[in-house]
């Protein structure tokens, strides 16, 4: 981390879907501009919980998040596009009954009409899958093409922070490579990233830093070279890596 | 003897009727099913909407009456005048306020819980009340817009309609088109299209789900007034028009599958159409059991309607 | 004397006003199975109720042109039927309905109490249309000569009745079946783990409220002897659900006090209303009477969804998906 003020900056942060059954019992992150942070830890740790309450999808009982210094905590869900934060949920992630047309005219609707049909194009030339049946319900694409959407969506707003809830659930091993490149590509034209994975092999490939959850709060932090090499860290923490029978998936 | 036999082979007369009630049945039956899919509960109350806004108009195109006699002189061929189309559009404000008002009071807190069948309870005592209330104001006796008689034109295939009944199916066509429209090239519809498929990620991709909320109270409400000021115009004004639709609107609704605006339009037809033809074979006094059977075969053979989305 | 006869004037009213308000409590309870105990809408209370009544009195009363049957069996058989009729009825709309949305199980109840309503108005052959039927037996007959006498007998006979209802649906309750229901009810997945078996005990909760509303609706034809399509229609499922939302869902005993309590309301105000009002107006002011009991009966739901005696665990499930429990819960130390 330099010296310069995060772009997102999440302290002390409790959460939970009922109130008073804390999920996320107090997690903190920093992260800064044009980097790519990525939140690992066993099921259960609050990983998801967490982003969905930056994203204002969890109700927050205390603590605070600022984007660009400013605070958001209490900020309406649909609010968070307009300052600059996207965000891509695990599941259900595309209007599955929509065309892939309607869902980027959806989501571009916050911008001005000339400059919603320049993104349109642009997304389609990035994505030319999705360009050949803009017609067709997103509900009839693949499992890549879906995701492919769902972050061609996320990107229509030219987010500050983007935020993804395991991109890589559900996906064949090469498409999850394909998917991370693209993140690759996203952050190098200026986009912030910050991503939840259970898949810390691939994530921790493109990250620069990582945060380590565990039930509810902060159990580890640092470069992603240096957690990818402590066996200590991934045997206890990071059940992508090694089969860990603490609690997670096999 | 001949002659009789001769009869009512092409007598597509209860066709023309089918269409004209099923016409208004649909427009009650797009708000039904657009609160239904948005909302995610059964509006009983929606009947209601309908008997407010042919009364709400009914007293503005009289106060209008009062001012100015030019208000009452119908226009051209129709059986109405001008105080009758401006007092609507009054009452489709007012009746998008009533919407907003019961929502804002009583439907909002009790419709948090997804499946929540309290809100239903609710909206069933709602109407009840707002029955009585019509009726403790109005009395039960039956009003009119107006005492116009109207002479019925033939079409030929023995198809008669009055100027009033040609007039109000092609502004309910313009009404139902302009609805569907809305909903699939402008920003608001697709985002009531995307908030009744799934509203977490409504809000995440921008969508400020409590505004949506109140469009779809407005447009259900406004469309039940203009069915209102059609029954009004083309039959009566009695505080249980709208409770005696509220039954062929959930048919017509279910029918065409929650969520489709051309599916209630359809199913409005088909409803209307088929109360039509009871009315010629087995007589007007079960024309209110059709729309239950209907809504019956609907649930035992294919619940999801013609356009609904599959299980 | 007229001391005495004013007594019992008094008390051959009581006993009237209380007989009246305990049959509605016996379709209280029956519709507590449904809702309380069950979760289950049904907006179509009245329909239910008048397949009780008339499948009652077609069979108990005399030949007669009027209608169909008449074959003037005895009161008890008749009431044994209506519960069949009622049960049955209710079994066909679970049915059809229980494996759909829970709304469109409030939509059809609905329908077939429009429809019926129908059917009894103008199947005239068959249910004397808009006359109703008449001279429908009533218990004690023999006893009519003395008024007093009648209707504290008829008291009795519901209020033994009911206790035997009341009983019986707490012993269900209890029972292995009745915790099964519980289970169901409170925890969703239990009844996935049970699987199509969960739609099974829906079902069988719901035609047995039925068959009990028939009860109550036979019950009450008896008791008053005579009945018309106009008994039956929404006002009649907005009396009950009234009752039992106030007295509290998911109790029975909020059943019983809710029936009295409302039935008590609306007796006093109608009795207000006939003696404030000119008969021009009462139909007007009858109207305001159900205005005041809607917005009664919205006021509960907001502030109150238990009602008045109510047990909060049972409830708050339906009623606001557990969150008045867990604010509960955070207010106590």
């Known amino acids: 981390m330099t010296g310069e003020s995060p772009i997102l900056a999440v302290s002390d942060l409790v959460a939970g879907y009922d109130p008073g059954v804390a999920i996320v019992k107090g997690a903190t992150l920093r992260v800064a501009e044009r980097e790519i942070v990525v939140v690992l830890g066993p099921n259960g740790a609050g990983k998801s919980t967490l982003i969905k309450a930056i994203a204002g999808l969890v109700p927050i009982s205390s603590g605070e998040v600022r984007l660009d210094g400013q605070e958001i905590t209490r900020l309406a869900a649909h609010l968070m596009v307009r300052h600059g934060l996207a965000f891509v949920p695990q599941t259900e992630n595309v209007f599955a009954l929509m065309s892939i047309e309607d869902n980027l005219q959806l989501a571009g609707a916050i911008l001005a009409p000339r400059l919603k049909a320049e993104r349109i194009e642009a997304t389609y030339a990035l994505f030319p899958d999705l360009a050949r049946q803009r017609r067709l319900a997103a509900g009839r694409l693949s499992g890549g093409q879906r995701q492919m959407l769902a972050v061609a969506r996320a990107l229509m707003v030219s987010p500050r922070l983007l935020m993804l809830d395991e991109p890589s659930a559900g996906l064949s091993p090469k498409l999850v490579e394909i998917v991370f490149a693209k993140l690759a590509d996203i952050r190098r034209s200026g986009v912030t990233i910050v991503l939840v994975e259970q898949n810390a092999r691939a994530a921790l490939a493109i990250a620069d830093r990582a945060y380590v959850l565990a039930e509810g709060r902060n159990a580890h932090e640092g470069k992603a070279a240096e957690l990818w090499g402590d066996p200590a860290v991934a045997q206890l923490y990071l059940g992508g890596i090694r089969a860990a029978p603490q609690g997670g998936r096999p | 003897m001949i002659s009789s036999l001769n009869l009512q082979l092409l007598d597509l007369q209860f066709l023309a009727d089918g269409i004209l009630a099923g016409a208004m049945i649909g427009l ?87 499946g929540s069948i309290t809100v239903v309870i609710a909206s069933f005592g709602a109407s009840m009340a707002l029955r009585s209330a019509i009726e403790f104001i109005f009395t039960s006796r039956p009003a009119y817009f107006s005492r116009e008689l109207q002479i019925a034109m033939p079409l030929g295939l023995g198809v008669k309609i009055t100027p009033d009944q040609l007039l109000l199916i092609v502004i309910a066509a313009l009404l139902v088109t302009l609805m569907h429209l809305l909903l699939t090239r402008t920003r608001i519809g697709r985002s009531m299209r995307a908030v009744s498929e799934n509203p977490a990620l409504a809000r995440v ?44 609107f959930f048919a017509a609704a279910i029918l065409g599958g929650i969520g489709s605006v051309p599916g209630a339009l359809i199913g409005g037809l088909v409803v209307g159409i088929a109360e039509a033809s009871a009315v010629q074979t087995i007589g007007a006094e079960w024309r209110g059991a059709i729309a239950f059977l209907i809504l019956i075969a609907v649930l035992l053979v294919r619940p999801t309607g013609i356009f609904g989305k599959p299980a | ?209 039925g068959a009990v509303m028939g009860l109550g609706g036979a019950i009450q034809a008896h008791f008053i002897g005579f009945i018309a399509p106009d008994n039956y229609q929404s006002s009649l499922t907005f009396q009950v659900w009234t009752m039992l939302i106030i007295g509290g869902s998911g109790n029975n005993r909020g059943a019983i006090l809710g029936a009295v309590l409302i039935w008590g309301i609306w007796s006093v105000s109608g009795t207000g209303i006939a003696a404030i009002f000119p008969p021009e107006q009462q139909a007007r002011a009858a109207a305001l009477q159900i205005v005041a009991i809607g917005v009664l009966l919205s006021a509960t739901l907001l502030f109150r969804p238990r009602g008045l005696i109510g047990e909060l665990a049972t409830v708050s499930r339906h009623i606001d998906g557990g969150a008045e429990l867990e604010a509960e819960r955070q207010a106590s130390p």
């Open chain 2, 205 to 248: 991709v921008g969508v400020d789900v409590a505004s949506i909320v109140r469009v779809t109270w407005i447009t259900g409400a406004a469309l039940a007034c203009a069915a209102g000021i059609m029954v009004g115009i083309l039959v009566q004004i009695r505080p249980h028009m709208g409770f005696d639709l509220l039954l062929p």
């Open chain 3, 1 to 209: 004397m007229t001391v005495d006869l004013l007594g019992q004037g008094l008390v051959a009213y009581g006993s009237f006003f209380l007989a009246t308000a305990l049959s509605y409590a016996i379709i209280c309870l029956g519709l507590n199975l449904q809702w309380g105990q069950t979760g289950l809408f049904n907006v179509g209370v009245a329909g239910f109720v008048a397949i009780g009544a008339y499948a009652s009195a077609l069979v108990t009363t005399p030949a007669t042109s009027a209608h169909l049957a008449g074959y003037g069996f005895p009161i008890p058989i008749g009431w044994l039927i209506a519960m069949v009729a009622a049960g049955t009825a209710s079994a066909f709309v679970g049915a059809v309905t229980l494996r759909l949305r829970a709304d469109y199980l409030a939509i059809t109840t609905f329908g077939i109490a429009v429809t019926i309503h129908l059917v009894a108005l103008n199947a005239q052959r068959l249910t004397g249309g808009p006359f109703g039927i008449g001279f429908i037996p009533r218990p004690f007959a023999e006893l009519a000569e003395t008024p007093l006498a009648f209707s504290l007998a008829n008291l009795a006979l519901i209020v033994g009745v009911l206790t035997i209802v009341y009983l019986g649906l707490e012993r269900l309750a209890r029972s292995p079946w009745g915790r099964v229901l519980r289970a169901i009810r409170e925890e969703e997945a239990a009844a996935v783990s049970l699987g199509k078996n969960a739609s099974l005990y829906r079902l069988q909760a719901f035609a047995l409220g």
């Open chain 2, 28 to 114: 009650g039956a797009i708000g039904v099913t657009l609160t239904y899919a948005i909302l995610r509960f059964s509006n009983f109350a929606h009947g209601e909407f309908v008997s407010f806004g042919a009364y709400a108009t009914l007293l503005g195109s009289s106060l209008l009456g009062a001012i100015a006699g030019g208000f009452t002189e119908p226009i051209g061929p129709f059986s109405f005048g001008w105080g009758v189309v401006l007092a609507g559009l009054v009452g489709m404000l007012l009746t998008g306020g009533l919407a907003l008002a019961l929502d804002l009071v009583l439907f909002r807190h009790l419709r948090h819980k997804a």
